[in-house]
């Protein structure tokens, strides 16, 4: 992969999780838990930056998580992580969820959000992303 472009790996990078909402994930109002949503996100952007980088990677901020309509108990979620900035030592990831309902068509956006990694070698000091 060394002789791929920056774009390249960029879209080889992009990840996608598939995940049932089910009744033991979701809060009082039967939707799904705040905190599980950031989770995933922070899961699936992990293995965003994993694959773009092929580097040690850690979190190391979540910027602005827009939770825009509630996901339901029911229905299928797509978490879809894409490299958004690539800098010096570190990367930002856009993780986006959309809601499939199960029976139907109907797909939405629901939550969006960024997180911030750093690679780092192995006695945890950062290192270039690329």
Do not use: C, W
Not at 89 to 97: G, P
Not at 103 to 123: C, L, N, P, W
Request: glycine residues 4%.
């Amino acid at each position: 992969m060394e002789h791929s472009t920056i774009e390249e790996r960029v879209k080889l990078a992009e990840t996608r999780i598939f995940k049932a909402v089910f009744p033991n994930t979701t809060n009082h109002y039967d939707t799904l838990f705040g905190g599980t949503a950031m989770h995933l996100m922070d899961e699936v952007a992990f293995i965003a930056a994993t694959r773009f980088s092929r580097k040690r990677v850690v979190t190391v901020s979540s910027d602005r998580i827009d939770f825009n309509k509630p996901i339901p108990a029911g229905t299928i979620i797509e978490l879809v992580g894409s490299i958004a900035h690539i800098g010096n030592t570190s990367l930002k990831v856009l993780v986006e969820i959309f809601i499939e309902e199960m029976y139907s068509e109907v797909r939405q956006k629901a939550i969006t959000g960024t997180f911030t990694f750093v690679a780092i070698d192995q006695h945890k000091n950062p290192v270039k992303v690329i």
